[in-house]
């Protein structure tokens, strides 16, 4: 997830600094030296999904190119105080283990496949009508679950498909390859934010006020 402070964010397009940075080379760079591979590739989803039409990430061709809405096949998670005790419930049937190990990815969603399972595994062999029900009421939430506006960088390169389907072993360079340097990268933010601050000032809409989270603050989360 890429959140920028506020104001900042907003005034000067800050999403957009921290999403092209991840898209230039030093940050390809970066990743090749820290872990010994080629990184051709980078990819993220929008932040609120398929009912909101924009976002952070439209608009920054060539370094980010929008390819579509992400696939949706799971319900929406239970949060907060209900999670926790659901999650204590059955860690204490698993004799107080973790359902799953606390270094796992994606540690929530996992755990959450898992209860979905034993209960449906255990309705079908005592309560059919309510398994049938179950499983009718899951399938129907996974509508609820929205669709991300999905985008990649090929940083510059020609070929990356092939080369990640293992069709050849050498990256070809774009024309544009050295665009994705850092400073090139910086510098296409620059004019933009200085046409979104100019635009903003102009209709009497700068924020000033910096943003903290707080329970009883009344933030505006959609930028």
Same mark, same amino acid.
């Given at each position: 997830?890429?959140?920028?402070?506020?104001?900042?964010?907003?005034?000067?397009?800050?999403?957009?600094?921290?999403?092209?940075?991840?898209?230039?080379?030093?940050?390809?760079?970066?990743?090749?030296?820290?872990?010994?591979?080629?990184?051709?590739?980078?990819?993220?989803?929008?932040?609120?999904?398929?009912?909101?039409?924009?976002?952070?990430?439209?608009?920054?061709?060539?370094?980010?190119?929008?390819?579509?809405?992400?696939?949706?096949?799971?319900?929406?998670?239970?949060?907060?105080?209900?999670?926790?005790?659901?999650?204590?419930?059955?860690?204490?049937?698993?004799?107080?283990?973790? +359902?799953? @190990? =606390? $270094?796992?990815?994606? &540690?929530?969603?996992?755990?959450?496949? /898992?209860?979905?399972?034993?209960? !449906?595994? %255990?309705?079908?062999?005592?309560?059919?009508?309510?398994?049938?029900?179950?499983?009718?009421?899951?399938?129907?939430?996974?509508?609820?679950?929205?669709?991300?506006?999905?985008?990649?960088?090929?940083?510059?390169?020609?070929?990356?498909?092939?080369?990640?389907?293992?069709?050849?072993?050498? +990256?070809? @360079? =774009? $024309?544009?390859?050295? &665009?994705?340097?850092?400073?090139?990268? /910086?510098?296409?933010?620059?004019? !933009?934010? %200085?046409?979104?601050?100019?635009?903003?000032?102009?209709?009497?809409?700068?924020?000033?006020?910096?943003?903290?989270?707080?329970?009883?603050?009344?933030?505006?989360?959609?930028?």
């Amino acid at each position: 997830m890429i959140v920028p402070t506020q104001p900042f964010g907003f005034n000067y397009l800050g999403g957009k600094l921290l999403a092209s940075m991840c898209c230039s080379h030093f940050a390809r760079r970066s990743l090749n030296d820290k872990y010994n591979g080629t990184y051709c590739m980078f990819e993220t989803t929008s932040l609120y999904g398929s009912s909101k039409s924009s976002s952070q990430y439209d608009g920054m061709k060539p370094f980010l190119r929008f390819k579509g809405l992400t696939q949706s096949d799971f319900a929406p998670m239970i949060n907060d105080a209900r999670y926790r005790d659901l999650n204590d419930f059955f860690k204490e049937k698993n004799d107080n283990k973790e +359902l799953v @190990k =606390k $270094d796992a990815n994606s &540690r929530k969603l996992k755990t959450h496949r /898992i209860m979905t399972s034993v209960i !449906k595994k %255990s309705l079908k062999e005592i309560e059919p009508k309510l398994y049938d029900k179950f499983c009718k009421m899951y399938d129907d939430t996974k509508q609820l679950t929205e669709k991300k506006r999905f985008y990649i960088s090929d940083y510059g390169y020609d070929n990356v498909k092939e080369y990640l389907n293992l069709e050849t072993d050498k +990256l070809k @360079k =774009k $024309d544009n390859f050295d &665009r994705y340097e850092l400073e090139n990268v /910086i510098d296409w933010w620059k004019n !933009k934010a %200085s046409t979104r601050y100019e635009n903003l000032k102009n209709d009497n809409r700068l924020r000033n006020e910096l943003e903290v989270w707080n329970e009883n603050d009344n933030i505006d989360i959609i930028r």
